[in-house]
């Protein structure tokens, strides 16, 4: 592409500021300029780990645990009544459950009223009923099976941003492949997640965070599963230390390469800032992932994670004081780099719910 020279000198009279007008729109038009049109759309930033949780047929048995009485017992119920590892936990006295939390609720919601417990199990493509006797854990004060079950299609990501003005988030910044049963406006709920842990990347295997739900804190739907994350309404406000007022979203064609900074989460809730560098900028004109490569440059976070992990996916991109986007894949052989989209396409999926 040519490079347009208006020269070093330049005289500003009518015929000549009218000449220049024109070239400037024959420019834009075009596409040798394209105009930077401000969003004029203000979202809180996210940064918080969320547990993400996608309707499905039940919640698989992968192991069991001993309850511990206060008499000193150690009660296998669920094992007891010929629950076996890899049963498909469909539901409980006839409500369908999906998710690990929900289960360990309903059963301590079950004991503490008294009420007995029937499981619904599919194995080897039957369903089959038992009754199960919970058990009241003296550790935890709560009533329990024994069980240790994994959620069918349930991972950990990042809130992207929070819209105030309408309750709704955005999240990932891709899609989530699963085989959920929900419906179109009811796909599962995004919970609060404390990271426990942090699995390293290393080159040719990415890492990812390790940790547990917490419906208390946060709480919501996914409305909307596309390539461009996930969407829902979140039950109560969410806010940012570290940016507590509401940031700019940028338009797709204000980010430009160089330094920026993204928000995630290593260690338990704490919210925590690291400086990257935005090292490729594609020109987007409509919705579409992977409008930037990314590099980590900040080496705390290459020491503590080796780079992007899994469950970072959704981390805000700041850039210049505006939320230019969300970090989105890692390279495979390259820990400290990946891919990002744009922050502008992820509001327009917000404000279409």
Known sequence: MSKANFGKNFVVNLRSSLVFTALLFSMLITGLLSPQISLAYDVVAGGQSL?????????IVVGFTPVQTADGQELYPAKDAGVAIEDMLIAINDKQVSYNQEVADLIDELGRKGESVELTLRRDGAL??????????????????????????????????????????GALGHRVEDNSEGGADNLGRVLAAQVQYIQNSVDGEPGEKVGVFNSDA?????NKNCDLGIYGLLDKPVSNELYPDLLPVAGADEVKAGPATILTVLEGETLEEFEIEISRVSPQKHAADKG????????????RAGGIVQG??????IQ???LVGAVTHVFVNDAS???ACFAEWMLEEAKEL
Do not use: H, Q
């Open 292 to 303: 930037m490569v990314i590099k980590i440059t900040d080496e705390r976070l290459l020491a």
């Open 218 to 222: 946060l709480n919501g739907t996914i």
């Open 51 to 59: 547990g993400i949780v996608l309707k499905s047929e039940g919640a």
């Open 337 to 339: 780099s990946g891919y």
């Open 128 to 169: 089959k009923k038992l009754k199960v006797e919970p058990a009241l854990c003296a550790e935890s004060g709560s009533w329990r099976i024994g069980l240790y079950i994994r959620d069918a299609n349930a991972g950990i990501g990042t809130l992207t941003f929070y819209d105030p003005a309408t309750g709704a988030y």
């Open 320 to 322: 210049d004081g505006k």
């Open 312 to 317: 970072m996916s959704g981390s805000p991109i």
